[in-house]
Nanobody
Framework: QVQLQESGPGLVAPSQTLSLTCTVY??????????WNWIRQPPGKGLEWVGS???????MFSPSLKSRTAISRDTSKNQFTLQLSSVTPEDTAVYYC??????WGQGTQVTVSS
């Protein structure tokens, strides 16, 4: 059974870069057929897909966030990392790492504030 766990700072200053890591247990992130996603939920709003990295290492991003988003991976640690640059308070949200075909992390609150 796959398990995902987000980690990273809970508070980021405006204009800085948000960096979150997802550690995956029970499944290799290089297994064929899986995408590994970042999804967020701002307070009082619905879920928003941020981007994903495929088992091949290729990435896809939400068009609205593409210019500020990078996703990378460390296969030796079975982790993938989100970096969101130039953050504003509108980036405040609970951030989830998610495997397609099932599997969510518990989510981590990130607040953008000075």
């Amino acid at each position: 059974q796959v398990q995902l766990q987000e980690s990273g700072p809970g508070l980021v200053a405006p204009s800085q870069t948000l960096s979150l890591t997802c550690t995956v247990y029970g499944e290799s992130i290089t297994t064929n057929g899986y995408n590994w996603n970042w999804i967020r939920q701002p307070p009082g709003k619905g879920l928003e897909w941020v981007g994903s990295i495929r088992n091949t290492g290729s990435t896809m991003f939400s068009p609205s966030l593409k210019s500020r988003t990078a996703i990378s991976r460390d296969t030796s640690k079975n982790q993938f990392t989100l970096q969101l640059s130039s953050v504003t308070p509108e980036d405040t949200a609970v951030y989830y790492c998610v495997r397609n075909k099932g599997g969510w992390g518990q989510g981590t609150q990130v607040t953008v504030s000075s």
